[in-house]
């Protein structure tokens, strides 16, 4: 199982784009990147998920280079609601073979 | 609605006391797994399943049994609880509709074993 590397905490303003980078260096051909998002004591909640180049949803854009050995989560002018932590898995999507690994995730705190 | 459940929420029990957190999924999802988190540990992996009698270890699976005898349901059983295994307990389920896997959680059982 690839591992990931986040930054452990974030702090942005209001109104400003977040970017917060994931390592995985160990990535494998069919590993996919996924997002979730967990609110204090609350399940985590699925974000953006992808495998190369990039994503975008209503609420995120998910940026993976040509190598993906990273991947950047991009949260657009975000407010007091996204304090959460952020959580980048990366996963074998085949059949047979659906054991995740979430780590310690990004706790990021927007500050008014 | 579209959920999954947890119960009990909340449990205070004693070492060795036999418990059961159930989970259960209205999707029809043919994966579930149980997640345990704990400050500074971020979730880790206790066991999950891919469909009825199919299940698997974790990352973290001792002292944890489950069984999956119907799609919907997934019980976390600890036979004999130990204070190491005071967490807060996630189940989750998904479909298996490759490569899209967005797991669904529960609202989470807060456990305390003295």
């Known amino acids: 199982l690839a591992k990931t590397t986040q930054p452990i905490s974030m702090d942005s303003y209001e109104g400003q784009e977040v970017n917060i980078t994931c390592s995985h260096n160990n990535i494998a051909t069919n590993d996919y990147i996924t997002w979730y998002q967990q609110f204090p004591s609350q399940g985590p909640r699925f974000i953006i998920q992808g495998y190369k180049t990039k994503v975008t949803n209503e609420v995120a854009s998910l940026f993976i280079p040509a190598d993906r050995k990273s991947s950047t989560l991009s949260l657009p002018r975000v407010s007091l609601s996204d304090t959460a932590v952020y959580y980048c898995l990366v996963g074998d999507m085949r059949r047979g073979n659906e054991k995740l690994t979430f780590g310690t995730g990004t706790r990021l705190t927007i500050i008014p | ?114």
């Open chain 2, 1 to 114: 609605e579209a959920q999954v459940t947890q119960n009990p929420r909340y449990l205070i029990t004693v070492t060795g006391k036999k418990l059961t957190v159930t989970c259960s999924q209205n999707m029809n999802h043919e994966y579930m797994s149980w997640y345990r988190q704990d400050p500074g540990l971020g979730l880790r992996q206790i066991y999950y399943s891919m469909n009825v009698e199919v299940t698997d270890k974790g990352d973290v699976p001792e002292g944890y049994k489950v069984s999956r005898k119907e799609k919907r349901n997934f019980p976390l059983i600890l036979e004999s609880p130990s204070p190491n295994q005071t967490s807060l307990y996630f189940c989750a389920s998904s479909l298996k509709r490759l490569p899209y896997n967005e797991q669904f959680f529960g609202p989470g059982t807060r456990l305390t074993v003295l």
